[in-house]
């Protein structure tokens, strides 16, 4: 086992901390996205209080490893890690789509150090972080590059050129992350536009290939660790995920892909956090 049980707990309790500021964020707004940030909590909690290497009070530290969100969409679930991992604070995480706020509904790369890239064009993540990645290997840099994406935009066909890209120059220091919760704005994906065998595909075009629960904190540690150890070739994580996650009213409802709750359902979706997902949510929250 690469990482110790205790630490297991710590990171599933941020996930709950992360999940119920999420909430609070988007009743804050009035608008966002509700879905896919609720159910990428448990990998952005294993990612700020784990995996990546980087510093919170120096965001733009030179050796950070970089992050790439994708799916800018989803980006509540980043500022609410950021904010519990001490890049700012809650109330400004609460700033979320107010005018004049860092805190954008899609991320802008110059408002907010370490954001990295400004995103909301599906399909373009993939192929910033790999020419990132490229640019680390050109200057003998050490970080690791990591791109979230959803499963939704591997239906763009930039992603795959960037995915060939990665894989013909054997981008090791680049692991992809795919969340895979089957929905996107108006329907499940394989109804709308269907991407699978999604495994095979990465493995075509040359990269190594990981399936792991995206809720289980010790198996997606596992899979970044196995990452690494790959020399020779990028690695894609695709990470089953329930949109929704911790709520059950909302679980695996594409409506609620992009629409915020209203104060009165987020009263019962805090009270539903701490009644139904068990003793460690009663007690992070």
Same mark, same amino acid.
């Given at each position: 086992?690469?990482?110790?049980?205790?630490?297991?707990?710590?990171?599933?309790? =941020?996930?709950?901390?992360?999940?119920?500021?999420?909430?609070?964020?988007?009743?804050?707004?009035?608008?966002?996205?509700?879905?896919?940030?609720?159910?990428?909590?448990? &990998?952005?909690?294993?990612?700020?209080?784990?995996?990546?290497?980087?510093?919170?009070?120096?965001?733009?530290?030179?050796?950070?490893?970089?992050?790439?969100?994708?799916?800018?969409?989803?980006?509540?679930?980043? *500022?609410?890690?950021?904010?519990?991992?001490?890049?700012?604070? #809650?109330?400004?995480?609460? $700033?979320?789509?107010?005018?004049?706020?860092?805190?954008?509904?899609?991320?802008?790369?110059?408002?907010?150090?370490?954001? =990295?890239?400004?995103?909301?064009? #599906?399909?373009?993540?993939?192929?910033?972080?790999?020419?990132?990645?490229?640019?680390?290997?050109?200057?003998?840099?050490?970080?690791?590059?990591?791109?979230?994406?959803?499963?939704?935009?591997?239906?763009?066909?930039?992603?795959?050129?960037?995915?060939?890209?990665?894989?013909?120059?054997? #981008?090791?220091? #680049?692991?992809?992350?795919?969340?895979?919760?089957? &929905?996107?704005?108006?329907?499940?994906?394989?109804?709308?536009?269907?991407?699978?065998?999604?495994?095979?595909? *990465?493995?075509?075009?040359?990269?190594?290939?990981?399936?792991?629960?995206?809720?289980?904190? =010790?198996?997606?540690?596992?899979?970044?660790?196995?990452?690494?150890?790959?020399?020779?070739?990028?690695?894609?994580?695709?990470?089953?995920?329930?949109?929704?996650?911790? &709520?059950?009213?909302?679980?695996?409802?594409?409506?609620?892909?992009?629409?915020?709750?209203?104060?009165?359902?987020?009263?019962?979706?805090?009270?539903?956090?701490? $009644?139904?997902?068990?003793?460690?949510?009663?007690?992070? &929250?």
């Amino acid at each position: 086992m690469s990482i110790h049980d205790d630490k297991v707990k710590e990171i599933e309790c =941020e996930a709950v901390k992360i999940r119920k500021t999420i909430i609070e964020m988007l009743v804050e707004a009035g608008s966002g996205h509700t879905a896919g940030p609720l159910g990428m909590a448990d &990998i952005f909690a294993a990612l700020y209080f784990y995996v990546l290497n980087h510093k919170p009070k120096d965001p733009m530290w030179e050796e950070r490893d970089r992050l790439i969100l994708s799916n800018g969409h989803i980006v509540p679930v980043r *500022y609410a890690a950021m904010a519990h991992a001490g890049y700012f604070s #809650l109330d400004e995480a609460k $700033t979320l789509r107010k005018l004049g706020s860092r805190m954008q509904g899609h991320p802008e790369r110059e408002k907010l150090p370490s954001m =990295e890239t400004t995103s909301g064009p #599906l399909g373009s993540g993939l192929g910033q972080a790999a020419g990132i990645a490229y640019g680390a290997q050109m200057d003998n840099k050490t970080f690791r590059v990591y791109c979230v994406m959803s499963d939704a935009e591997q239906q763009a066909g930039n992603t795959w050129e960037s995915a060939m890209f990665a894989g013909n120059n054997n #981008l090791s220091n #680049l692991t992809g992350i795919i969340d895979r919760n089957n &929905i996107q704005i108006n329907g499940m994906t394989e109804d709308v536009m269907p991407i699978e065998p999604l495994r095979a595909k *990465y493995e075509a075009f040359g990269w190594h290939v990981l399936e792991v629960d995206g809720h289980n904190i =010790e198996a997606f540690v596992d899979a970044v660790d196995e990452a690494k150890a790959i020399r020779e070739k990028p690695t894609i994580i695709i990470a089953h995920t329930i949109p929704g996650k911790g &709520i059950p009213d909302i679980e695996f409802d594409y409506h609620w892909h992009g629409k915020p709750p209203k104060p009165e359902e987020a009263e019962k979706f805090l009270r539903d956090m701490r $009644t139904l997902g068990g003793k460690i949510d009663s007690e992070c &929250i």
